[in-house]
């Protein structure tokens, strides 16, 4: 699977997909990073990186993960002099070392199996920040495969003791030639034993 996956994903990096080419961070993180207090971040399923690159100019030291080589030879390209690290990983398998981030972002992607390892990777008073597509009726746009979209609440519900949810929000946009519906969520660990 995840091998198909990384075929894919490389076509569109490498066809310049327009919906594949950076824009601006996911609002939560650019609403939260301020909020962190250490420097060490990790972007999960980094693709091409808006989100490592706006990272790294707010002086954070970034881990950037995805499966696609070609997205992240473009990252690489673009974040030349930024602290920046690429890192070709499959997030099926991958195991993020526990309490070692002080920021995570995970945009655009769902991984169900690894937001519980994503919340054990923050250090203490760390901040997660996840954003993606959910099914939903509003959705006018075509919805591709639902496994890969969200269900009502569902960002909630991975939040256990020893975390707190900062903010959760719905919210609709522009994408996949019609209108989408998506969940941000910013969550803190407040344990340091998780
Ligand atoms: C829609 S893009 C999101 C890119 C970026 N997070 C953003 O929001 O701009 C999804 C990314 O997930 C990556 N991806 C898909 N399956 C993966 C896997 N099993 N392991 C690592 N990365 C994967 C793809 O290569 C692609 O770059």
């Not at 945009?107 to 901040?127: Q, S, T, V």
Request: charge should be negative.
């Amino acid at each position: 699977m995840a091998r198909v996956d990384q075929a894919r994903w490389d076509a569109r990096y490498t066809a310049g997909d327009r919906q594949m080419r950076n824009g601006d961070a996911s609002p939560f993180l650019i609403a939260f990073a301020p909020q962190v207090s250490g420097k060490h971040a990790l972007d999960v399923a980094c693709g091409t990186g808006r989100n490592a690159i706006f990272l790294a100019k707010h002086e954070f030291h970034v881990d950037a993960l995805d499966i696609s080589p070609v997205g992240l030879a473009k990252l690489d390209q673009a974040a030349a002099g930024l602290d920046i690290t690429t890192h070709a990983v499959d997030l099926d398998e991958y195991q993020p070392p526990v309490n070692t981030y002080d920021l995570i972002v995970a945009a655009n992607y769902l991984n169900r199996p690894l937001i519980p390892k994503l919340l054990a990777a923050l250090n203490p008073h760390g901040i997660l920040v996840m954003d993606t597509f959910m099914n939903d009726p509003r959705n006018s746009a075509n919805q591709h495969n639902p496994d890969y979209l969200l269900r009502q609440n569902e960002f909630l519900s991975y939040i256990s003791d020893g975390f707190e949810t900062l903010k959760y929000q719905e919210f609709s946009v522009i994408a996949k030639g019609g209108t989408m519906w998506k969940q941000a969520i910013a969550a803190r660990k407040i344990e340091t034993s998780k």
